[in-house]
């Protein structure tokens, strides 16, 4: 079976209602990033931080997953594919996606801030101030927060160096490390970009634009792909 590595952003979610951070009305439109998503903020207002990520926890147990994430759970069929996302949702787990790696953490998790390894799924949305772990200290939301290291690279970059075809989804490939990644892959790699936004980077013999939103370009290359 051929590789398939994906590499996805939050326009993958869009469609099932989750709005990006980048575009017109995004999330860093709405928020100031280091007052929310950085260890300072939350070493100065650990509840605004709280807040944030629970407000967007409440939203992604509403949400599910949408044609996008359906067909690329369905390609598992045709390829070995590996899914690398820098979205912290679970919609690629539950459309069926059985290898996920997520490189900015997960909404839905919790970990210890006296020892990393210690990590809890929670099962409803809120995470309080005063919720602590085994070890009897805070929770805090397993994200990875601005200005903190991505564990998850080498793994990524393991992954991105075995594939055959590259599917970039829903990315503007503006926060590095993440956005590195296509650089990890093999010349040999066909890369396709989907996004209904302006390219990244020029299409060229190798590369592949698709500026069609997630479920529709998905479709478009499925079929493209199969000929
Ligand atoms: N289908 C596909 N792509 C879409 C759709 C859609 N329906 N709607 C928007 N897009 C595209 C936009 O054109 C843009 O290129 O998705 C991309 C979203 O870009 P960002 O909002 O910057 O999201 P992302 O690239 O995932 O951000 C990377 O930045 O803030 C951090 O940790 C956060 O993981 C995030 C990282």
Same mark, same amino acid.
């Given at each position: 079976m051929q590789k398939l590595v994906v590499l996805s952003g939050a326009g993958m979610s869009a469609e099932s209602g989750i709005i990006t951070f980048r575009d017109m009305g995004g999330i860093w439109e709405q928020y100031d990033v280091t007052k929310v998503a950085s260890p300072q903020a939350w070493e100065e207002t650990p509840q605004l931080v709280m807040d944030f990520y629970n407000q967007r926890r409440k939203q992604l147990f509403e949400c599910k997953p949408n044609k996008g994430h359906e067909l690329l759970s369905q390609l598992e069929d045709t390829y070995d594919i590996s899914i690398i996302t820098q979205n912290v949702d679970d919609l690629h787990e539950r459309a069926g996606s059985s290898k996920v790696l997520h490189l900015h953490g997960e909404l839905k998790k919790a970990r210890s801030t006296s020892d990393p390894s210690l990590i809890y799924t929670l099962d409803n949305w809120e995470l309080k101030?005063?919720?602590?772990?085994e070890k009897g200290s805070q929770l805090r939301p397993h994200i990875v927060w601005?200005?903190? +290291?991505? *564990?998850a690279m080498y793994d990524a970059e393991n992954i991105m160096q075995e594939a055959d075809i590259v599917l970039i989804i829903?990315?503007?490939?503006?926060?590095?490390p993440a956005a590195?990644?296509?650089? +990890?892959? *093999?010349?040999s790699a066909h890369i396709y970009v989907i996004d209904?936004?302006?390219?990244?980077f020029t299409p060229s013999k190798n590369i592949t634009f698709i500026q069609k939103i997630a479920s529709e370009g998905l479709e478009e290359l499925i079929n493209k792909l199969k000929n």
């Open positions: 101030l005063g919720d602590l772990c601005f200005g903190e +290291s991505v *564990p829903g990315t503007s490939l503006s926060v590095y590195g990644l296509i650089h +990890s892959a *093999p010349g209904p936004g302006t390219p990244a």
